[in-house]
């Protein structure tokens, strides 16, 4: 399933609860997409803070200093925002209208800053039980869950522990 998902450069959200592997899935449709060869950058959003988030994702002048944001690290290629559930909302605004116009202004910036990537998010969380309770906005919710993917613990797919046994036996 994620290999078709990676051949679209659709955005993707992909959801499960804390330890089934996000990341890795995220990782493996970047490597798998025609943005191989472009970047491939993380941000997790739970571990920045609030103050600190826009500064992270769009980057920031000051004069003559230009620190670049991970918009833009992750321009040709992948952006993968994990926890994108604990965005505050005014972040959450400045990322959709990057996601309408393919640009951003850099903190302390006045010029659009073209940006042409893909997003994966992810989450622990129910993203629509979010929107729901005011936490998260519908809008950005709608753009980012073009291409739903949500992964199941182990535990509902016993059948594959042999598999994966085999496969870290070997790679060992």
């Not at 609860?17 to 970047?39: C, L, M, N, W």
């Not at 959003?45 to 994702?57: C, H, P, W």
């Not at 918009?71 to 909302?89: H, K, P, S, V």
């Not at 980012?144 to 059948?159: D, G, K, Y």
């Amino acid at each position: 399933h994620a290999r078709k998902i990676a051949q679209h450069s659709s955005w993707v959200l992909i959801s499960g609860e804390p330890g089934v592997g996000k990341r890795t899935f995220a990782r493996y449709i970047h490597d798998q997409s025609p943005r191989r060869a472009g970047p491939f950058v993380e941000i997790a959003v739970g571990s920045i803070s609030q103050e600190n988030s826009a500064l992270e994702l769009f980057g920031q002048e000051d004069g003559e200093t230009i620190r670049y944001g991970r918009l833009e690290q992750a321009n040709g290629g992948t952006l993968c925002i994990g926890d994108i559930a604990d965005m505050d909302l005014q972040t959450q605004a400045r990322l959709l209208g990057v996601l309408q116009t393919n640009s951003c202004v850099r903190v302390g910036g006045s010029e659009n800053v073209e940006v042409d990537l893909r997003i994966i998010a992810t989450t622990h969380r129910d993203l629509e039980e979010e929107v729901t309770a005011g936490r998260f906005r519908d809008d950005l919710f709608y753009h980012l869950n073009v291409v739903p993917l949500h992964i199941l613990p182990l535990r509902e797919h016993a059948e594959d522990v042999h598999d994966l046994l085999n496969f870290y036996v070997d790679y060992l």
